[in-house]
């Protein structure tokens, strides 16, 4: 049997590790929707706007997909060695489409990057100067991301799906190790999920509000003993539905502290969000999530998920082949 057909027999199914995220949802969700938040609050702090944030790393990710074309692979250090990054030649049309912004508002900010310095033409070459980026290097998203993967991969052995447990430093390293790839799949998740949250809120800020709601929920439903016995039906279930007093609503100035966003716009989103009727609020002004749109965010989430299980999929499986190199 060749090395090859070997390596294909070992590697870990996608659909295996979807099922089994599903099944002990109530386990691994919190802790990874958790994670979540954290980045997009981070992705809101530079600029302050999402769409800016979504615009740099779409270009960002144009260049990576053409290193991942021509066979081209960095490392972390190698990624970050030069300030500059060139991007590949795109235009306000594509933006527009693609990241579903109108098209004169992608220009206004196209042109608000530019003049940060940000995005910058360079003879007949567009580059992006990481030296003026607030966020040069994502340290603590593949911190978070390995963190994450560790934990998960221990539920995924003893669901005897994966037959080792990684541990967050040696994920680490593999991630460091093929950054650009792994960067590129990563965005690849990342994107269309905030593409998708979008849709279903119409703006970036209401989704961001709503999601810190529901976060601060499935949390404190992780800390109940009976945590691991729920899947992803049960539990969001429980989160839309649910009259459990030890369940605590989020107010208005604890959701712009964890999100970021301003204070009078967290109060005018969470106004239009129970005007909608995809959040409740009590005579305390503690805010829960309804359960008026539950299929339709159980939807959508599970199209998310999907898109995590893929990039979880060829994190793992991209360390058993490193694992068998390292065995000779």
Not at 127 to 143: E, W
Not at 242 to 259: C, P, V
Not at 292 to 308: A, P, R
């Amino acid at each position: 049997m060749t090395y090859e057909t070997t390596e294909i027999r070992k590697k870990i199914l996608e659909k295996n590790v979807f099922k089994v995220f599903e099944d002990k949802y109530s386990y691994i969700g919190p802790i990874w929707t958790s994670q979540q938040l954290e980045w997009c609050n981070g992705i809101y702090q530079p600029f302050k706007d999402h769409d800016k944030y979504l615009i740099i790393i779409y270009l960002i990710k144009k260049t990576l997909d053409l290193y991942s074309r021509n066979f081209i692979k960095l490392t972390y250090d190698e990624f970050y060695m030069h300030d500059t990054i060139e991007v590949e030649k795109f235009n306000m049309m594509e933006l527009s489409k693609v990241l579903t912004i109108p098209k004169e508002t992608t220009r206004r900010k196209i042109a608000e990057l530019k003049t940060l310095g940000i995005i910058k033409k360079n003879e007949k070459k567009t580059i992006i100067d990481r030296s003026v980026f607030p966020l040069i290097k994502p340290k603590q998203t593949t911190q978070r991301i390995s963190r994450f993967l560790a934990l998960f991969s221990k539920t995924l052995v003893q669901e005897k799906v994966l037959f080792q447990q990684f541990d967050s430093p040696d994920i680490e390293n593999i991630i460091k190790k093929n950054f650009s790839y792994v960067w590129k799949i990563y965005y690849e998740m990342q994107i269309p999920m905030l593409l998708e949250w979008k849709k279903v809120f119409n703006d970036f800020d209401t989704w961001h509000v709503w999601a810190a709601c529901g976060v601060n929920i499935s949390l404190d439903l992780l800390s109940l003993n009976d945590r691991k016995k729920k899947n992803r039906d049960q539990f969001l279930n429980e989160i839309f539905f649910s009259n459990n007093s030890k369940i605590q609503g989020s107010n208005a100035m604890s959701l712009s502290d964890i999100t970021g966003i301003p204070r009078a716009t967290v109060v005018r989103k969470l106004n239009n969000l129970v005007k909608l009727n995809y959040l409740t609020i009590d005579k305390k002004k503690l805010y829960r999530l309804s359960g008026d749109h539950s299929h339709k965010i159980k939807v959508t989430q599970k199209n998310t998920i999907e898109q995590l299980t893929n990039f979880a999929t060829t994190i793992y499986n991209l360390m058993l082949i490193d694992n068998k190199k390292k065995q000779g």
